[in-house]
């Protein structure tokens, strides 16, 4: 849980390459996460923005919160769209008052910073109601792309983290190099 392994920008051309819809595409995201027209959304370690992009026409807004300012860079060169606000915050420590947004997602990210007061940040951040999407690299992959095995977490690990700080998972699977949990802020 909530290992050292933050994304080093210099890599950031990376996470603009068509390839990774091969890991999770554009339809898969936006599809679980059902998102509404007026839906305030919440993209959590944004990077270059490549999935803000995809969910941002979806969407009323959506904020695009990123530790490192190196990344919301690399987002500014390729555009930020009209509807989308970046933010320089880490996970744990959102600027946002309570129950600002009605959903939230993270991709490839979740292995950075699953710690209790993290998860414990999103579900005060989240509407009740509100749906929590997790997409990341899995333990039980075999390391063809992304961070090394051991760096990451199994989708098992992520649904016990998430239950505990709140949150209802809806369900989980396990892919050949992925993991994708659906889950819902409880009231
Ligand atoms: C592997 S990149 C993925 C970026 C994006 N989600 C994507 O799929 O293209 C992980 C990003 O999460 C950010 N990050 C890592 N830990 C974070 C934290 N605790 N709070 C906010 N952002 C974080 C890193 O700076 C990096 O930009």
Redesign the pocket.
């Known amino acids: 849980m909530g290992n050292d392994h933050?994304?080093d920008?210099a890599a950031a051309e990376s996470?603009e390459e068509i390839v990774?819809y091969r890991y999770l595409s554009r339809d898969e995201l936006v599809g679980a996460l059902a998102p509404a027209s007026d839906d305030a959304m919440l993209?959590?370690?944004?990077?270059?923005g490549?999935?803000t992009r995809d969910v941002a026409p979806f969407v009323d807004s959506v904020h695009a919160?990123?530790?490192?300012p190196e990344?919301h860079d690399h987002f500014r060169s390729t555009g930020i769209p009209e509807n989308v606000d970046i933010v320089t915050?880490?996970?744990?420590d959102m600027p946002f008052d309570d129950a600002t947004f009605d959903a939230a997602y993270?991709?490839?990210?979740f292995h950075?910073?699953d710690t209790d007061e993290?998860l414990s940040e999103i579900w005060r951040v989240l509407r009740p109601g509100a749906r929590f999407v997790v997409v990341d690299w899995s333990q039980d992959g075999q390391g063809e792309r992304g961070p090394p095995v051991h760096a990451r977490v199994g989708p098992e690990t992520a649904v016990a983290e998430i239950e505990r700080a709140g949150f209802e998972v809806e369900h989980y699977r396990g892919r050949p190099e992925t993991f994708f949990v659906t889950a819902i802020r409880s009231a």
Request: net charge negative; proline share 3%.
């Open positions: 933050t994304f920008p996470l990774r993209d959590l370690g944004s990077g270059t490549f999935y919160v990123d530790l490192q990344m915050a880490g996970v744990d993270t991709t490839m990210t950075e910073f993290a």
